[in-house]
Nanobody
Framework: QVRLGESGGGLVQPGGSLRLSCAASGNIFSTSVMRWYRQAPGKLRQWVALISSGGDTNYADSVRGRFTISRDNAKNTVYLQMNSLKPEDTAVYYC????????WGQGTQVTVSS
């Protein structure tokens, strides 16, 4: 049974930073692609970033250069470092584990506002 738990969300001013974490249970983390998505009110869930099992990364154009995804296989944890935050980054952020199956966390709220 795989469970994902996000943490690190909160309220931050424009231009500020947050680091999200997603801890996974089970023993398939190191062989899984890990992804971050976000969903703003009234909008569809949007892919943000991914990191492969080998550490290759990719980003949505809207966050490239501001967000950094990383992983620690020893801790079964994926991170999303978010810098230069903008009000349009406000959303619930979800982590996703893709292996034979796809697993989702419960999400963590990020609010960027002055």
């Amino acid at each position: 049974q795989v469970r994902l738990g996000e943490s690190g969300g909160g309220l931050v001013q424009p231009g500020g930073s947050l680091r999200l974490s997603c801890a996974a249970s089970g023993n398939i983390f190191s062989t899984s692609v890990m992804r971050w998505y976000r969903q703003a009110p009234g909008k569809l869930r949007q892919w943000v970033a991914l990191i492969s099992s080998g550490g290759d990364t990719n980003y949505a154009d809207s966050v490239r250069g501001r967000f950094t995804i990383s992983r620690d296989n020893a801790k079964n944890t994926v991170y999303l470092q978010m810098n230069s935050l903008k009000p349009e980054d406000t959303a619930v952020y979800y982590c996703n584990m893709l292996n034979v199956m796809s697993y989702w966390g419960q999400g963590t709220q990020v609010t960027v506002s002055s």
